[in-house]
């Protein structure tokens, strides 16, 4: 089993539509991340997590909001979809030391999200 | 605020031969992180290398290296004798480091590699 995990893999919804994208991971670590994906773009920042109470916004997080329901669990939710949010979604999480290294993320396998 | 910059949108070697992939990015930090992360047709992100800033030693993996430039801001990817399975995007990316805001990395645009038989 992968140690994030995202679901959906893939989803198609409707322009006003409310969605959520779910994270799990089994690494044990603290610190959760949500990214974006879009081509010519790279990865860019959406929210981020410390801990269960500690949340933060990321370059672009108008739009999104996020729960940390648990350590090991971290939702997007998109309130009301539009096009533009099209894109592919990540996951990642690190630790305070990181295991394989200081700083290094551990990405979930992607949610491809469609909006029409 | 960093950037980061990789100005190759795509690029294609044949197989078994040596391609350089480049990046460029923008700090007034000393300090800090720089990786190079694949993603292959799975889309999966794998990390490939890192290179600590402080170290001036260019950071190692297998067929895999880094041209560390810190004066030019310059942090380039060699692939050496490259394989079928280097197909991918690769994505350079910046790390502060020991950031309070944890591991946030600011990511290049990408690069398109097609290893060619």
């Known amino acids: 089993d992968a140690d994030v995990t995202q679901t959906p893999r893939n989803r198609i919804t409707k322009t006003g539509k409310r969605i959520m994208l779910e994270c799990s991971q089994t690494?044990?670590?603290?610190?959760m991340y949500w990214y974006r994906q879009d081509p010519g773009l790279g990865l860019r920042l959406i929210y981020y997590s410390f801990d269960v109470k500690d949340i933060n916004k990321g370059e672009i997080s108008d739009g999104y909001s996020v729960s940390r329901q648990a350590q090991a669990k971290f939702s997007l939710s998109l309130e009301s979809a539009i096009p533009n949010q099209t894109a592919l979604y990540f996951c990642a999480t690190s630790g305070i030391t990181g295991t394989g290294g200081f700083g290094e993320l551990f990405f979930g396998e992607g949610s491809r999200l469609t909006v029409l | 605020a960093q950037t980061v910059t990789q100005s190759q949108p795509e690029m294609s070697v044949q197989e078994a031969e040596t391609v350089t992939l480049s990046c460029t990015y923008d700090t007034s930090e000393s300090n800090y992180y720089l990786f190079w992360y694949k993603q292959p047709p799975s889309r999966q992100m794998i990390l490939v290398i890192r290179?600590?800033?402080?170290?001036?030693q260019n950071a190692t993996e297998n067929r895999f290296s880094v041209n560390f430039q810190k004066a030019a801001k310059s942090f380039s990817l060699k692939i050496s004798d490259s394989q079928l399975g280097d197909t991918a995007m690769y994505f350079c990316a910046f790390m502060k480091h020991r950031s309070t805001s944890g591991s946030r990395l600011t990511f290049g645009e990408g690069t398109q590699l097609t290893v060619n038989p």
């Open positions: 690494k044990g670590h603290d610190r």
């Open positions: 290179q600590e800033a402080y170290k001036q």
